[in-house]
Protein backbone atom coordinates (compact mmCIF):
# COMPACT_ATOMS: atom_id res chain seq x y z
CA UNK A 1 0.00 0.00 0.00
CA UNK A 2 2.48 2.53 0.89
CA UNK A 3 4.73 1.53 -2.13
CA UNK A 4 1.33 2.11 -4.13
CA UNK A 5 1.22 5.33 -2.82
CA UNK A 6 4.55 6.81 -3.04
CA UNK A 7 4.94 5.32 -6.66
CA UNK A 8 1.87 7.32 -7.60
CA UNK A 9 3.19 10.76 -5.90
CA UNK A 10 5.95 10.21 -8.10
CA UNK A 11 4.11 9.85 -11.07
CA UNK A 12 1.88 12.49 -10.28
CA UNK A 13 5.38 14.48 -9.87
CA UNK A 14 6.41 13.34 -13.39
CA UNK A 15 2.97 14.31 -15.05
CA UNK A 16 3.36 18.05 -12.89
CA UNK A 17 6.62 18.55 -14.64
CA UNK A 18 6.08 17.73 -18.03
CA UNK A 19 2.39 20.29 -17.85
CA UNK A 20 4.85 23.07 -16.66
CA UNK A 21 7.46 22.69 -19.22
CA UNK A 22 4.45 22.29 -21.84
CA UNK A 23 2.93 25.67 -20.43
CA UNK A 24 6.25 27.36 -20.61
CA UNK A 25 7.14 26.48 -24.41
CA UNK A 26 3.47 27.59 -24.95
CA UNK A 27 4.72 31.01 -23.15
CA UNK A 28 7.86 31.40 -25.12
CA UNK A 29 5.70 30.57 -27.99
CA UNK A 30 3.84 33.35 -27.22
CA UNK A 31 6.05 35.65 -26.27
CA UNK A 32 8.17 35.33 -29.21
CA UNK A 33 5.03 35.90 -31.76
CA UNK A 34 4.32 39.09 -29.76
CA UNK A 35 7.93 40.03 -30.53
CA UNK A 36 7.83 39.24 -33.79
CA UNK A 37 4.53 41.40 -34.37
CA UNK A 38 6.12 44.29 -32.78
CA UNK A 39 8.85 44.10 -35.03
CA UNK A 40 6.79 44.07 -37.78
CA UNK A 41 4.45 47.14 -36.42
CA UNK A 42 7.62 49.04 -36.35
CA UNK A 43 8.92 48.47 -39.68
CA UNK A 44 5.81 49.34 -41.14
CA UNK A 45 5.23 52.34 -39.31
CA UNK A 46 6.18 55.56 -41.57
CA UNK A 47 8.02 58.11 -39.03
CA UNK A 48 7.91 61.06 -41.71
CA UNK A 49 5.92 63.98 -41.20
CA UNK A 50 2.42 64.13 -42.59
CA UNK A 51 1.67 67.42 -44.34
CA UNK A 52 -2.34 66.74 -43.73
CA UNK A 53 -3.59 67.71 -47.10
CA UNK A 54 -6.87 67.30 -49.03
CA UNK A 55 -7.37 64.71 -51.57
CA UNK A 56 -7.30 68.02 -54.31
CA UNK A 57 -3.93 69.35 -52.60
CA UNK A 58 -2.44 65.25 -52.90
CA UNK A 59 -3.66 65.28 -56.33
CA UNK A 60 -2.17 68.58 -57.10
CA UNK A 61 1.19 67.63 -55.57
CA UNK A 62 1.84 64.08 -56.98
CA UNK A 63 1.07 65.92 -60.19
CA UNK A 64 3.97 68.66 -59.86
CA UNK A 65 6.01 65.88 -58.65
CA UNK A 66 5.85 63.92 -61.31
CA UNK A 67 6.49 67.16 -63.80
CA UNK A 68 9.69 67.83 -61.68
CA UNK A 69 11.39 64.09 -62.05
CA UNK A 70 10.27 64.45 -66.22
CA UNK A 71 12.59 68.05 -65.92
CA UNK A 72 15.00 66.42 -64.24
CA UNK A 73 14.91 63.29 -67.06
CA UNK A 74 14.89 65.90 -69.73
CA UNK A 75 17.48 67.98 -68.16
CA UNK A 76 19.89 64.99 -67.58
CA UNK A 77 19.84 63.79 -70.95
CA UNK A 78 20.34 67.36 -72.67
CA UNK A 79 23.71 67.90 -70.62
CA UNK A 80 24.69 64.46 -72.45
CA UNK A 81 23.83 66.18 -75.56
CA UNK A 82 25.67 69.29 -74.44
CA UNK A 83 22.55 71.41 -75.66
CA UNK A 84 23.16 73.47 -72.25
CA UNK A 85 20.71 76.60 -73.14
CA UNK A 86 17.77 74.45 -73.36
CA UNK A 87 18.64 72.55 -70.00
CA UNK A 88 19.20 76.02 -68.67
CA UNK A 89 15.45 77.14 -70.12
CA UNK A 90 13.95 73.90 -68.29
CA UNK A 91 15.76 74.15 -64.96
CA UNK A 92 14.31 77.69 -64.74
CA UNK A 93 10.53 77.15 -65.74
CA UNK A 94 9.95 73.67 -64.14
CA UNK A 95 12.35 73.74 -60.98
CA UNK A 96 13.39 77.20 -60.83
CA UNK A 97 11.28 79.54 -58.17
CA UNK A 98 8.70 80.79 -60.23
CA UNK A 99 5.80 82.39 -59.23
CA UNK A 100 3.27 79.50 -59.04
CA UNK A 101 5.83 77.44 -57.42
CA UNK A 102 5.94 80.41 -54.84
CA UNK A 103 2.32 80.52 -54.61
CA UNK A 104 2.16 76.55 -54.38
CA UNK A 105 4.78 76.45 -51.61
CA UNK A 106 3.06 78.62 -48.94
CA UNK A 107 -0.30 76.99 -49.23
CA UNK A 108 1.21 74.30 -47.07
CA UNK A 109 0.62 74.85 -43.07
CA UNK A 110 4.11 73.90 -42.58
CA UNK A 111 6.96 76.27 -42.46
CA UNK A 112 9.64 73.94 -42.44
CA UNK A 113 8.21 72.60 -45.49
CA UNK A 114 7.69 75.48 -47.29
CA UNK A 115 11.46 77.03 -46.51
CA UNK A 116 12.64 73.21 -47.56
CA UNK A 117 10.58 73.48 -50.93
CA UNK A 118 11.66 77.28 -51.84
CA UNK A 119 14.77 76.73 -50.79
CA UNK A 120 14.63 73.54 -53.66
CA UNK A 121 13.26 75.86 -55.86
CA UNK A 122 15.83 78.56 -55.46
CA UNK A 123 18.49 75.67 -56.41
CA UNK A 124 16.56 75.20 -59.61
CA UNK A 125 17.39 78.75 -60.60
CA UNK A 126 21.09 78.07 -59.60
CA UNK A 127 20.35 74.87 -61.77
CA UNK A 128 19.78 76.91 -64.49
CA UNK A 129 22.75 79.65 -64.07
CA UNK A 130 25.28 76.88 -63.92
CA UNK A 131 23.82 75.27 -67.06
CA UNK A 132 24.63 78.65 -69.07
CA UNK A 133 28.16 78.58 -68.35
CA UNK A 134 27.65 74.93 -70.86
CA UNK A 135 30.08 73.33 -67.94
CA UNK A 136 28.96 69.74 -67.72
CA UNK A 137 31.16 69.13 -64.05
CA UNK A 138 29.26 72.69 -63.10
CA UNK A 139 25.93 71.63 -64.30
CA UNK A 140 26.45 67.84 -62.79
CA UNK A 141 27.62 69.17 -59.65
CA UNK A 142 24.39 71.99 -59.53
CA UNK A 143 22.17 69.09 -60.17
CA UNK A 144 22.96 66.67 -57.79
CA UNK A 145 22.60 69.68 -55.36
CA UNK A 146 18.82 70.17 -56.67
CA UNK A 147 18.36 66.40 -55.86
CA UNK A 148 19.60 66.50 -52.49
CA UNK A 149 16.45 68.85 -51.94
CA UNK A 150 14.08 66.07 -53.47
CA UNK A 151 15.86 63.44 -51.16
CA UNK A 152 15.79 65.20 -47.93
CA UNK A 153 12.42 66.49 -48.24
CA UNK A 154 11.08 62.91 -49.24
CA UNK A 155 13.11 61.67 -46.24
CA UNK A 156 10.91 63.98 -44.20
CA UNK A 157 7.68 64.64 -45.13
CA UNK A 158 4.45 62.66 -46.54
CA UNK A 159 1.31 63.66 -47.98
C1 LIG B 1 9.79 70.35 -50.28
C2 LIG B 1 9.49 68.96 -50.41
C3 LIG B 1 9.71 68.20 -51.68
C4 LIG B 1 10.70 68.41 -52.62
C5 LIG B 1 11.83 69.42 -52.62
C6 LIG B 1 10.48 67.42 -53.64
N1 LIG B 1 9.40 66.65 -53.33
FE1 LIG B 1 8.68 65.09 -54.44
N2 LIG B 1 7.26 64.73 -53.03
C7 LIG B 1 7.10 65.43 -51.87
C8 LIG B 1 6.04 64.83 -51.08
C9 LIG B 1 5.56 65.31 -49.71
C10 LIG B 1 5.58 63.74 -51.81
C11 LIG B 1 4.51 62.74 -51.37
C12 LIG B 1 5.24 61.63 -50.66
C13 LIG B 1 4.34 60.73 -49.82
O1 LIG B 1 3.29 61.16 -49.32
O2 LIG B 1 4.78 59.57 -49.62
C14 LIG B 1 6.36 63.70 -53.05
C15 LIG B 1 6.19 62.76 -54.05
C16 LIG B 1 6.95 62.70 -55.19
C17 LIG B 1 6.76 61.73 -56.27
C18 LIG B 1 5.64 60.71 -56.36
C19 LIG B 1 4.63 61.18 -57.42
C20 LIG B 1 3.44 60.26 -57.61
O3 LIG B 1 2.70 60.46 -58.57
O4 LIG B 1 3.26 59.33 -56.81
C21 LIG B 1 7.75 61.96 -57.18
C22 LIG B 1 7.99 61.21 -58.50
C23 LIG B 1 8.55 63.07 -56.70
N3 LIG B 1 8.03 63.49 -55.48
C24 LIG B 1 9.64 63.60 -57.37
C25 LIG B 1 10.40 64.65 -56.92
C26 LIG B 1 11.63 65.11 -57.56
C27 LIG B 1 12.25 64.49 -58.79
C28 LIG B 1 12.08 66.15 -56.82
C29 LIG B 1 13.29 66.99 -57.04
C30 LIG B 1 13.64 67.40 -58.36
C31 LIG B 1 11.14 66.34 -55.72
N4 LIG B 1 10.15 65.41 -55.81
C32 LIG B 1 11.28 67.30 -54.75
C33 LIG B 1 7.81 66.53 -51.47
C34 LIG B 1 8.91 67.07 -52.14
Known amino acids: ?7 LSVMLFIAGIAMFSYAEDKANLAGEMMHQHHNMKHSIVD ?36 EFQKASEIAHSKLGLTEEMRKMCNMFNNEDFTALGLAFHESGDSLGDALKTKDTTKSLRALQSTLGYCVQCHATFRQ
Open 1 to 7: MIEQVSK
Open 47 to 82: GRISLGLSPEMKQHQLSNMRSHLEAVQAITSLIAEK
